[in-house]
């Protein structure tokens, strides 16, 4: 069986002036530091299902991608350093 699974890379940066570990924890914090950094644009309000902070936090948002509104469940996963 062949997946339709579309695949498509959203990307966004800036320099900020904040030390790495004020970067990672604010990446890792899905309830307060993540919906703020993410592009408006493209994401609509993120749901915390589980957790909320840093790895297996499981989260549900809408992302606008390409015309479509998409809605998908997400497991965030982060190793600090990378």
């Known amino acids: 069986m062949k997946s339709t699974t579309r695949k498509s890379t959203i990307a966004v940066s800036a320099v900020i002036s904040a030390t790495p570990k004020a970067c990672y924890d604010t990446i890792a914090d899905y309830h307060v530091g993540h919906p703020q950094i993410v592009p408006p644009t493209y994401f609509g309000a993120i749901k915390v299902e589980r957790g909320g902070i ?9 992302i606008k ?15 600090r350093g990378r």
């Open 65 to 79: 991608l390409l015309g479509d509104l998409l809605r998908r469940a997400c497991t965030a996963r982060r190793t």
């Open 54 to 62: 840093g790895a297996g936090t499981r989260i549900s948002c809408s």
